[in-house]
Structures are given as C-alpha cells and as structure tokens.
C-alpha cells in the first residue's frame, strides 16, 4: 500500500519558506563576497554558489565538470554582469547561459505573474528546440514555465499560453510577430536577455528584425551574448544597451575550432563536385556524414539525383524551405541514425549538437571564415574525434586559406588519387533526361549556384567571371547552360537596371522637340492595331468602312475616322536642370493635386452665394450674444432636455410596440382556440344526439381528413357484378362498359 504523504500545516509552510529565504540570502552574500580568480579555479559545477535545485537538475543530466567557457562567464553572470563570451564550438555555451537565467528567476523571487523573467534568442528552429530540451532537463526541478515560440508552429496555440510564461526561447521572426499581435506578452519586468549565436544574429539578415526587438525590451537588464566567434563592434554593442560587458574569450590562445578535429581541404574542378562527393560517400559507407551546400535547391538536387543512384547509405536533407515537421522528423533521425548523409544549408552550421558525426564536408566554399568554424563545429564535440574536409575551386584556394590561417587554422592539404574518383555525369544526364522533375531541379540548382557566388561581398574569393559555367552545366545532366542575367558585367547590370526603373513618361518628355511635340511615337487608337493585323482579310465590310481616307467628308459615311493619329500637344519640355523630384510631380496627378491645394466643399445660401460647410463666426458678434461658459451651458441644457424628449418618444414607441405585440399574440391564441372549437363541434353533437325535424334541413357533413384518403392497404376490394352474357352481343355489351368504367 502506498503512503500518503502528509500535507504541511500552515505553520510548516512558513518555517519551510523562511528557510528557503534563509539559504537564499546566504546565496546571495556568497555570490557577492566571491572573489574572481578564485572561481577560476573552480573544476565541478558543485563549487559554485548555486541552488539545491539547480545542482540538482545538473547532476540528474549528467553534467559535472565544467568547461572552459563555463568556468570563466558562470561566475560573472551571478555577480549581474554583462558577458560577450566566445568559445569553440562544442564546448557546452548553452549550460554558461541557462544557469544564469535560472539562478537570476530565484534569486528575485520569479512567480507566474510577474511575466516574462528571462528571453532567449536563437537564429534558428533547431538550436531553439535544443535549448528548451537542455533547459527543460537542468530545470525540472524548479517551478517556472517556459515556453518555446519559432516559425512553423501553431501560432494561437502560443499566443494562448505565451503570457504566462516565464523562461521564453524563440526565433526573431517569431517573437517580434508576438511582440506585435499578443497582448498577454508582458516584458516590461525582463530580467536577462541572452542572444545565443550572437554574430549571426547581429548581422544583416536579422538586424531589422533585432532592432525591433530591442526597442520593445527595458534597458535595465543583463544581457549575455555567447558564438564561437564574437563582435566587438561598439555599434552592435550599443544597440544592445551593453554596459560595460564582461569579454569572455575561452579559446583566444589556438583556433576558435576544437583541437581533436582533423581538418583538411583539396582542389578541385568545379565540374568534377559532383563526382568526388559521390566516390567520397561510396568510400564511405559506415561514417555518419554532414555534406554542407550553399543553397536549398541544390540540396534538393544533390539528394533527389543521389537516392536514385542508390550509394548504399541512408541519405537525408535538411534546409529552411522545409515544413517544419519535416525538419524535425529529419533532425531525430539524424541525431539516432549512425551511418547515413544530410545533405544541409547553413540552418544547420550553428550551435546544434549531433551526436558522433564523423565527417563533415563542405561542397561549396563558406562565405567567410567564420561560417567555416561554425561548418566544421558540429563535429568533434566535447572532446570527440572528428575530421573535415573543404572542396575549393582554383581561384579560391589561394584567397581562402589566407583567411583561415589568419585565424590560426591551417587544414591540411589532401590530393585524390585517380583510382578512387568515380564519374556518375552520364548517369546524372541520363536521369535528367528521362525526368522532367530532376532535369528542372538541376537548373534550378545551377541559377542558385551562380546567384549564390555572385551575391558575396569577398569578390577575391568568390569570382563568377572564373566559373566554367558551361562544364558546370553539363556535370548538373543539363543539356544547356541556363541563362542568368545577372553574369554580365557591372556597367552593363546599371544600364539594364536603370533602364528598367525608368519612367515611360519620362522618356517621351526626354524624346520631345522644343516645340513641345513627341516625334519618337504617337498614341494609336484600338482601331489602328485592329489595322495593322497580319489577316485583314478577315473583316468583314461594316468594319473595313472605318479604315476610309480622313479627307472624305460624306455625310453618309458617319462612322468614318477622320483622324488616326492623336499628336501629344503642349507638353513641357524637359529641361537639362530638371531634378528628378520636380519632373515626377509634373507627371503625377496626385502630386500636382497636392500641390494646389485639397478642394473645399461649398453650400448655397437662399440668396445663391456659395458658403463652407464650417465657417467660422465673426469674433465681435459671438461676444456680443454673452460669455462663453454662459453659452456652452445654454447649449447643454438644450441639447440634455431634446435628449431627455428624445428618451420618452422611444419609451413610447417601445411600450406601443410591446402592447401591439400582446394583442396580436392574444388574437392568434384566440383563433386557435375558435378553430379548435369549430373542428370539434360536429362530435359534440353525435354525442348528444341532437338531430333536426327533418334529414333534408340537415346540412351535408364535410367529409373528414381520413375519409378522404383512406391508405389503400384498408380498402376493401371493389366487386362488380354483372350477369353472365349469353350471346355475342352481350359480350360486346360488357366489354364496353368495363373499358368505360360503368
């Protein structure tokens, strides 16, 4: 039999709280009295002045020594600083941020109705769905509510239950739409702002979208900013409202990439990618691969052309176009899956942890070094081994490998040998050619590329002038190379740009003489292109009557056009010191409206001068009827007595209303009732037996309902009886009269 625990008597319950305030406050002065380079020789998380709870939760998911980056920004978090920390990927900055938040709730006494304690940003779904499970392990044993709000998800369900949150985790995009449609989001008592990824968010994609953000959230707070590599910028910095953050750098000694990953990189044609990825993975076979792109659509191809070739590993693809159901399904997959390749986007790159991937290869060259670090960080996590591998076009090897050997990283250079590269370009062609669908991602695939490589702010790198796109075209199975406009040259893009954005009307006032008269083209008529169709024949002889020559001046021919061509007359020219404001008011009608002025409405008096609708009094004339308090009460009291006249005519009209409403209503009871009595009335006298002095005064009875249609399973028979004919002419006889019905 299982015991009852006892419930705690009141007085149980205050000496259990003045206890827990008692431990508290003795937190609290530890945390104040800790001196700095002694926390720094701190090893376990049981050294530092946490809660019973929080170390609890830590010890139950398995955590107990502390990393680098842990040990250097846990202490300053407590101590209410502001961090900018940076570390190697791996190497566990999602617990040196959730710790603090938990230890910031309990030490101001969070509850459910303060609101929103604590916020959390990710740049992506996935590292939002990793933080919230990481949080929900470490901090089960507390009692606040946290929430988790990113894009694909049922966005009532969360505005429902968003503001009874305490802990929030989100995406940008998400939080800024609850920001602006929720009115349960309280954040006017935040406590600690953490921005997980910080680079990334702080860059171009998200700065709009930050910046909003921001603007929403109180200035006093602490805020903690964590990446694998970290801004110093100090305009990011004053967005933010940093006050004199804290910089954590736990891997400023080597590379910002771990030490037991093994990185690498070859040089390769762009035309033989394919090929090589191909015979890597075949070679392959019993490794857990990560394949990075640049783009979605190429994601697309690469696995849609891959699982029809059937490599003999289990092939996946992740990137941000997907539902989000997909892409969950996809990462639980991957994270249990031991031998398999996902093919990816950089959604992927940042702060996710896949357990024991072995190979992490990079199709396409990074955009810049840091993206690099990110790439290769989600192998080689908390100490495992990892290797990586980077395929480089010529033109990029020597620019990129300076870059990363500014940053102390220096990957090895690999050389393929020839007995192990296999070419599947015919077999990719000839699966582009019997399908319609793949042949189509392929030059989706290719656009995507070239955009991708044309887009890049680091032209030293990334060069489109040097690509082989043709050869690139035939290694995607395509059979031409697709046309992309944005390829041509610089000065030719601003031609073709500017001429586009250019003003239709702009142009013919540019084309117009001194006389005012456009020469480059006049305004036809529907009837002019009617004319100057290819298959005149086909009109018939009404319509061919409008085409006559504009000198005939019958009166018979009325439908003639005496005049095909309608000449612009009277336009402005265009002077050389016109600017471009001045010209676009000339042309549009509802700048120049503007500039003359709205228009006023008018009313007529009984003696035909025009008025306004509201015209001022004269001054002297309005002092001349009495004060003005005196006037606004006059003018009260008249209005508040038609109110009060206005009040009884409707409770006249209601009671009138509700009194013809009762008559009519008793006049219908009374007509059922008289309906009622006239139907039962022949009974009462069947019953009674009244009969009159004669059955022929007696008026004929109505038949009733039932008489009337009697239901043909109760009727009886019908009999005839005629007598049996003798002869030939009593035959016809009876004949007759039963086709007769007689």
């Not at 709730?105 to 779904?125: C, K, M, Q, Y």
């Not at 171009?204 to 603007?215: A, E």
């Not at 110093?232 to 933010?240: E, I, M, N, P, T």
Request: hydrophobic content about 35%.
């Amino acid at each position: 039999m299982a015991k009852v625990k006892k419930k705690h008597t009141r007085e149980e319950q205050k000496r259990l709280a003045a206890l827990a305030a008692k431990e508290l406050e003795q937190l609290k002065q530890q945390i104040e009295e800790l001196p700095l380079e002694q926390a720094k020789s701190f090893t376990k998380f049981d050294d530092l002045p946490l809660t019973k709870n929080t170390l609890r939760g830590v010890k139950e998911s398995s955590y107990v020594t502390m990393t680098d980056i842990q040990r250097d920004s846990i202490p300053l978090a407590l101590k209410g600083h502001d961090i900018l920390g940076a570390a190697k990927t791996g190497s566990g900055k999602t617990l040196a941020f959730l710790i603090p938040v938990i230890e910031k709730l309990v030490h101001e006494n969070w509850n459910e109705f303060d609101g929103v304690g604590a916020l959390i940003i990710s740049p992506t779904r996935e590292l939002a769905m990793q933080i919230y499970e990481v949080l929900l392990k470490i901090g089960k044993h507390h009692s606040f509510s946290a929430g988790l709000v990113i894009g694909g998800k049922d966005y009532e369900f969360e505005k429902e239950r968003i503001g009874k949150m305490n802990i929030l985790i989100g995406t940008p995009g998400r939080l800024l739409q609850h920001m602006d449609q929720s009115a349960t989001l309280n954040l006017t008592n935040l406590q600690i702002l953490v921005l997980d990824e910080a680079d990334r968010i702080l860059d171009l994609g998200f700065k709009k979208t930050l910046d909003d953000i921001i603007s929403n959230l109180p200035p006093e707070r602490q805020s903690l900013l964590f990446s694998a590599t970290q801004t110093k910028s100090v305009q990011d910095l004053a967005r933010l409202s940093l006050v004199n953050p804290e910089y954590v750098n736990a891997s400023s000694d080597t590379s910002s990439t771990p030490e037991s990953l093994e990185q690498s990189y070859v040089v390769i044609r762009l035309q033989d990618k394919l090929d090589i990825l191909w015979s890597f993975i075949k070679s392959h076979l019993d490794s857990k691969i990560l394949v990075f792109v640049s783009s979605s659509k190429q994601v697309h191809f690469i696995y849609e052309a891959f699982r029809k070739l059937q490599p003999g590993i289990s092939l996946m693809k992740l990137h941000g176009r997907q539902k989000q159901k997909a892409r969950m399904e996809t990462t639980f997959k991957f994270t249990e899956s031991r031998h398999c390749c996902l093919f990816a986007t950089d959604v992927v790159a940042r702060g996710l942890d896949f357990p024991a991937i072995d190979w992490v290869v990079q199709l396409d060259c990074p955009e810049d070094v840091a993206t690099y670090i990110h790439r290769v960080g989600r192998s080689a996590r908390a100490g495992r081994a990892g290797k990586s591998l980077l395929m480089l076009t010529p033109s990029e090897e020597e620019p990129f490998v300076k870059r990363l050997e500014s940053k102390k990283i220096a990957p090895k250079k690999l050389n393929i040998r020839n007995s192990k590269k296999k070419s599947i370009r015919d077999q990719i062609q000839s699966l582009c050619f019997k399908s319609p669908d793949l042949k189509y991602l392929g030059q989706k695939a290719f656009i995507s590329y070239v955009k991708s490589v044309y887009i890049q702010k680091d032209k030293e790198v990334f060069d489109v002038k040097q690509l082989p796109l043709d050869e690139f075209a035939k290694s995607l199975g395509l059979p031409g190379t697709p046309k992309i406009k944005m390829v041509a040259g610089d000065e030719e893009l601003a031609k073709q740009k500017q001429k586009k954005n250019a003003s239709r009307q702009l142009s013919l006032l540019a084309k117009a003489d001194e006389n005012g008269e456009v020469e480059a083209k006049k305004t036809r008529t529907k009837y002019d292109k009617m004319f100057e169709r290819q298959n005149q024949g086909v009109l018939s002889e009404h319509y061919l009557k409008l085409n006559v020559d504009a000198q005939t001046e019958d009166d018979d021919d009325f439908l003639a056009v005496k005049r095909k061509d309608h000449e612009l007359q009277d336009l402005p020219t265009l002077e050389a010191n016109t600017s471009k404001r001045a010209m676009k008011k000339a042309l549009s009608k509802k700048l120049a409206a503007k500039a003359r002025g709205s228009g006023t409405k008018l009313v007529f008096d009984d003696e035909g001068k025009a008025h306004p609708i509201y015209e001022l009094e004269d001054e002297e004339e309005f002092h001349k009827e009495g004060p003005a308090e005196k006037l606004k009460e006059e003018f009260v009291n008249e209005e508040k007595k038609a109110m009060e006249a206005a009040d009884v005519e409707d409770k006249d009209i209601v009671k009138r209303k509700r009194r013809e409403k009762k008559i009519r209503r008793k006049e219908l009871e009374k007509m059922e009732l008289e309906q009622d009595y006239s139907e039962s009335e022949p009974d009462l006298e069947a019953d009674l037996e009244i009969s009159s002095d004669s059955e022929d005064e007696r008026p004929a009875k109505k038949p009733k309902w039932f008489e009337k249609h009697e239901p043909k399973t109760e009727r009886e028979p019908e009999v005839i009886e005629y007598e049996q004919p003798e002869t030939l002419e009593d035959l016809e006889a009876l004949t007759e009269k039963l086709i007769h019905g007689e």
